[in-house]
């Protein structure tokens, strides 16, 4: 079965780094555009991050635009989250996702049809 699974999450101090890792199983990534969300307690959750499928193309919200960076390595069939100057307002569970019918870059949660179960990211003050 499809499986996607994100790790790398932990506890930090502001102004650390975090790389998160989201591996896929069941399907080649390589046909797909994939991206990262993130949900915080009480909120609803938000585009971060989006990748075109050979990498050559990202996406990114205004609040992480120079301090995240998304790849890929269609060959190991993982995507990644380079999270660098993290600060208490990303704290939040940090979900991977892919997008089956679509290469065009987007934020659009509903056109994402597979979801990982989330790694937790806390940044302390």
């Known amino acids: 079965q499809v499986q996607l699974v994100e790790s790398g999450g932990g506890l930090v101090q502001a102004g650390d780094s975090l790389r998160l890792s989201c591996a896929a199983s069941g399907l080649s990534i390589s046909w797909f555009a994939m991206a990262w969300f993130r949900q915080a307690p009480g909120k609803e959750r938000e585009f971060v991050a989006a990748?075109?499928?050979?990498?050559?193309?990202?996406y990114y919200a205004d609040s992480v635009v120079g301090r995240f960076t998304i790849s890929r390595d269609n060959a190991k069939n993982t995507m990644y989250l380079q999270m660098n100057s993290l600060r208490p307002e990303d704290t939040a569970i940090y979900y991977c996702?892919?997008?089956?019918?679509?290469?065009?870059?987007?934020?659009?949660?509903?056109?994402?049809?597979?979801w990982g179960q989330g790694t937790q990211v806390t940044v302390s003050s």
């Open positions: 996702s892919a997008d089956t019918s679509s290469n065009n870059l987007h934020s659009s949660l509903r056109r994402y049809d597979y």
């Open positions: 990748i075109s499928r050979g990498g050559g193309s990202t």
